[in-house]
Each structure stands twice: as structure tokens, then as C-alpha cells.
């Protein structure tokens, strides 16, 4: 049966992207009206509404407005992911974070990256391969990949960590052959040696108590999150990483993303594969005041 077709207003449409950026910091500007309106006419049809006015009215108002809320998100947060990604990004981090971060640290410490915005577990297993590749953990020295996503969907595929080919499109044969069993036909299983260093939790990155439980890390990583927030969203998000990364720390962002127009908290560190910011220290070699835009940044995928 064809769908009911329900127009989202102007007046609604503002209403409803204000909730959605405050809450979680996804932006819609009014070229993206037409796919919010296709996006949430189906929450609509199955809570037997007619209009926008009262669907904002049950975000707010109804005593189901939290699982509501989670709906939304749902629909609205865009997943897309795989392993592997942003290749020359990964080398730096391989061949020249984790031995700085490890070298600065007093010995036996434990080594934890933060994956925020994880979607379905592909970028923190990746980064969980990498460290196995380094024999990390190793004796005396532990290692915590903190994966956090404010989808509950995506979260619950990664635990379970079950993928597709898609998810692959960029992973060499032998990361495949190593880390990974035959489920059936279509689908492969993380092994269990590279999903007990990853924890997954849901967490809005712009609810700073929980941003808070996260503790000091060392590396974060947070790719192709941002560019769907406005820009207060992103400052107050990349405030939040400054608080949480130890000192001399790192923030990767995606390709297309950087802390211009930011924050210049920041310090940009030019590194053999590529070009990361980090918790800025002095004495450190390589700095750069300021920040680059991500576009500048030359990366294979
Ligand atoms: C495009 S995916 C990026 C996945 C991975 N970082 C990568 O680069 O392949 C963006 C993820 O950010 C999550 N996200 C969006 N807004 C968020 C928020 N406020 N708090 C936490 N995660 C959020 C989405 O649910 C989505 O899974």
C-alpha cells in the first residue's frame, strides 16, 4: 500500500530540526526538509498521526518521548562505515602514534583510544587489529578501545560483530584471513582476540556527563561525525575531547572535517602519513599553530 503522504511545514520543520540539533547536534538546513519529512512520515504513519504538529507534541509531551527520540535517531544518523578506513590516517596512527603515545607514558599504564561515533564497530575493531599487529596488549601493558555511538541499532550489530562484504571493501585479505571466521555464505565474525579489547556504550556526545564518564584517553578518534553537526554542536563536542584527552593527545577526524573555524585549542602535527591535531605541549617538534582545513589533507582512502 503506498505510503500517506504528510507535509512537513515550514514552522514544524523548524520546530523539529531545533529539537533534533539540541539533543544530538545533527543539522538540517532547508535543503534537507524534504528527506526529514520523508524520514519521520513513517513514525508518523506508525504512531496513527496525521500531522508534524502533533508528532513534535509526542517528542516532547508523551511519556514514550524517550523511545521515541531513540526512533528518530534511527533514522536520521547516517551509519555509513568499513574497516579499513581512511588508509594513510591508519599508517599514522600504526607507525607513528602508537609508539609516540607509548613512549611518553610511564610504563605498564594502560594504552585507551576512544572511537566516538563508532556506528557498527568497523573503525574501533580496525583499530583494535592494528594494535594486535603491534602485540598490543602485551605483558605489562593493556589496552581499552572505548567505542560509543548514540544509535542503539548500530550499537547492537557491533557488539554482536557479524558483517557483510560491504563492510570490507577496503580490507586486505589478510586482515580477513586473521581476525576474522566464516558466519555463512554472505557473512564474517570478528574473533573473540580483537573484541575483548573493544567496549561499546551509548553515548550522545553532547551530554557532557557522559562524555564525562569516559575518563582521560589517549587517541580519539571521531571521523565522519561532525560534518553533520551545526557549528555550535561542534564546539562544544571538540571542547568536550580537549577535557577528555590526556596530555599531548591525539584527535583524528575524517578527511573531510577539521578544527578550522573551531577551536584553535588545538595544535596541528604534521606527521610522516599524515596530518593530525593534538593536545598541544611545547616542547613537542613538528607544531603548527592554527588549523588546516581536512580537504587539504592528501589521503588515500
Ligand atoms: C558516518 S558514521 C561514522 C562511523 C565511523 N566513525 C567512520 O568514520 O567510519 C557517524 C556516526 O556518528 C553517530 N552519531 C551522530 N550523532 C551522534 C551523537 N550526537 N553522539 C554520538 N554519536 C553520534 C551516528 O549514529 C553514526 O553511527
Not at 500517506?4 to 545533527?26: A, Q
Not at 605483558?139 to 555511538?149: C, H, K, M, T, Y
Not at 564518564?213 to 554542536?233: E, H, S
Request: proline fraction near 3%; glycine fraction near 6%; hydrophobic fraction near 35%.
Amino acid at each position: 500500500m503506498p505510503e500517506k503522504e504528510i507535509k512537513l511545514p515550514e514552522h514544524e520543520f523548524r520546530l523539529l530540526s531545533d529539537l533534533i540539533r539540541n539533543y544530538c547536534g545533527i543539522s538540517f538546513d532547508e535543503s534537507s526538509k524534504f528527506l526529514l519529512e520523508k524520514r519521520l512520515a513513517r513514525r508518523l504513519e506508525q504512531r496513527h498521526l496525521d500531522n508534524f504538529r502533533d508528532y513534535y507534541r509526542l517528542l516532547l509531551y508523551d511519556r514514550d518521548r524517550a523511545e521515541e527520540l531513540t526512533a528518530v535517531l534511527d533514522l536520521i544518523t547516517v551509519n555509513e562505515t568499513y574497516f579499513f578506513r581512511e588508509q594513510s590516517q591508519l599508517q599514522a596512527f600504526s607507525d607513528e602514534i602508537i609508539p609516540e603515545v607509548l613512549a611518553s607514558g610511564p610504563y605498564g599504564r594502560k594504552f585507551r583510544i576512544w572511537s566516538a561515533g563508532c556506528s557498527s564497530g568497523e573503525e574501533p575493531y580496525t583499530l583494535a587489529m592494528l594494535l594486535l599487529e603491534k602485540g598490543i596488549p602485551a605483558n605489562g601493558l593493556e589496552v581499552e578501545i572505548i567505542a560509543s555511538d548514540i544509535n542503539q541499532r548500530v550499537l547492537a550489530a557491533a557488539r554482536r560483530g557479524v558483517y557483510r562484504k560491504n563492510s570490507f571493501r577496503t580490507t586486505q585479505e589478510y586482515y580477513i584471513k586473521k581476525y576474522f571466521e566464516r558466519e555463512d555464505e554472505n557473512t564474517m565474525r570478528i574473533k573473540d582476540e580483537v573484541k575483548r579489547n573493544v567496549t561499546f556504550s551509548c553515548i550522545n556526545l553532547l551530554d557532557s556527563g557522559k562524555m564525562g564518564l569516559v575518563g582521560k584517553v589517549d587517541v580519539i578518534f571521531c571521523r565522519n561525525v561532525l560534518i553533520y553537526f551545526g557549528q555550535d554542536a561542534r564546539k562544544a563536542v571538540v571542547g568536550g575531547f580537549f577535557e577528555r584527552l590526556s596530555d599531548k593527545g591525539f584527535l583524528l577526524l575524517g578527511h573531510a572535517e577539521s578544527l578550522m573555524s573551531i577551536t584553535s585549542s588545538f595544535s596541528l602535527r604534521h606527521l610522516k602519513n599524515d596530518m593530525v591535531y593534538q593536545k598541544p605541549h611545547k616542547s613537542a617538534p613538528g607544531y603548527e599553530a592554527g588549523a588546516m582545513p581536512g580537504f587539504l589533507r592528501e589521503r588515500t582512502k
